[in-house]
């Protein structure tokens, strides 16, 4: 489990960064600070899942355990499901309104049998990736309010 996963879990402050610029530089630089998470916003910005993957790269490249989240757009299982595919490590999941919403957002994450996501092998870059069902993926729902961590395991 990844330092990050741990302090969610246990409620240690974590402290990181925000990417609007589609530039794998930026999101290298900004892992470079030592934040311990950098999201990178595709929910505000005109990023493809191509631009996501290779910013979630950048930010591994880089010295350092910083960690790329990704704000998505809404939550939509297939949108959420691609991303996490892109070996990213959570995800931020905005206007949350139900406790059934925050439900299905994080079955969307997790794999059978606590939920529905799909293997599919090959695709993610990471060992924590797609193909080496992992509970470390850290799905975060943005409540009115306040921001609730969905951690999976």
Known sequence: MSTFA?????????????ISIG?????EMSAELGFDFVVIDAEHTSMSLETVETLARAVDAA??????LVRVADDDP???????????SGVIVPMVETEAQARGIADAT??????VRGVATGTGFRERSSNVATPDAVPIADLPGRVASLVSG
């Open 6 to 18: 741990t302090a969610v879990r246990t409620g240690v402050a974590v402290v990181g960064s925000w």
């Open 63 to 68: 010295s350092g355990e910083t960690e790329p």
């Open 110 to 115: 997790r794999y059978p049998p606590e939920g």
């Open 78 to 88: 297939a949108r959420l499901k691609r991303v996490l595919d892109t070996g990213v």
């Open 23 to 27: 530039h794998p530089a930026v999101a």
